[in-house]
């Protein structure tokens, strides 16, 4: 019986909670999984914890009808969980890239207590990665990142697990799912600012959409290709990075009449016996797996020795998207 602590209880802590109380019967019978969730700790919703485990129904109802959790548990904090009431903490905390806090701090303290860390938080994979591996290490639990990269479609998974034994000789992908439907609009016809008005719209970009169109958050995702799948210890400041605000109708309609289609690409490759990793606008030829990729959907194509180039092909954001990659990762620990 897995005891799960929930540190974040935003959109992403609510699909994993979601997908936990609809499945936990299936969860029990297909995989052997059994759980309770004995906290969640969030400074805007509550934190409340029962070690007998809390009832997810009404921790649902409650955020659902936007109201507190307290008086669903008794008070409790980080602390409170890793005091053994938790074999592993579920990190789901908003990504902070300028220090990584506070997911950066609640991952280290809970490695540091034994227990395994589960996150969607890219940014203290960004900023400590390789520090927090060792220390995970250490302490003999581990840290898994499923849904830093392309959500719920399993990235890194299929590299670390499903192409094992292969040799990695790149990677490249649209990481973004706002930049790639401002694209697709583009050639659909419409100019850049009323593309991105209507993918802020649809709540695809945000009100300052600057991390998604100048490249920021792809150049996150292509340093953790880079670690991850090259094992280079890059920077985000080691990525090459542009963005798409420089692109026009024009550019767009000239790559089509060479028979090309322009997206947003990350790509990390060894070259010289360097890793070098890149974000910029690419031209592809239409025939290419990428091309035909369109609106807000993501897409990796990894090079390899054995097989060649395989692709894989899914949606990168959404509430229960990523809370499946938590739960990819919950089960990966209870198999190992």
Known sequence: MWKIGLIGCGN???????????????????????????????????????????????????????????GLGEAIDLDWLL???????????????????????????????????????????????????????????????????????????????????????SVQGIVNGTTNFILTRMEEGADYQAALSEAQELGYAETDPTADVEGWDAAVKAQVMANVFLGEALTVSDVDRQGITHLKPADIEAARSRGRRVKLIAKVERSGGAVRATVTPTELPLDHPLAGVSGAVNALTYETDHLGEVTIIGPGAGRVETGQALLVDLLALNRH
């Open 12 to 70: 992403v802590g609510l699909g994993l909670l979601r997908i936990l109380e609809a499945k936990k019967e299936s969860l029990r019978e297909r995989y052997g999984f059994t759980f309770t969730v004995t906290g969640v700790v969030d400074p805007f919703r509550g934190s409340v914890g029962n070690e007998e485990g809390l009832d997810l129904k009404a921790l649902l109802e409650a955020a659902d009808a936007k109201a507190s959790l307290d």
């Open 83 to 169: 005091q053994g009431r938790a074999d592993v903490i579920v990190e789901a905390t908003p990504t902070n890239l300028h220090d990584g806090m506070p997911g950066l701090g609640h991952i280290r303290r809970a490695l540091e207590a034994g227990c395994h860390v589960v996150s969607t938080n890219k940014g203290p994979v960004s900023l400590a990665l390789p520090e927090l591996e060792a220390l995970a290490r250490s302490k003999g639990v581990q840290y898994r990142i499923e849904g830093v990269l392309l959500s719920g479609t399993p990235a890194i998974n299929l590299a670390q697990e499903a192409l094992a034994g292969c040799d990695i000789l």
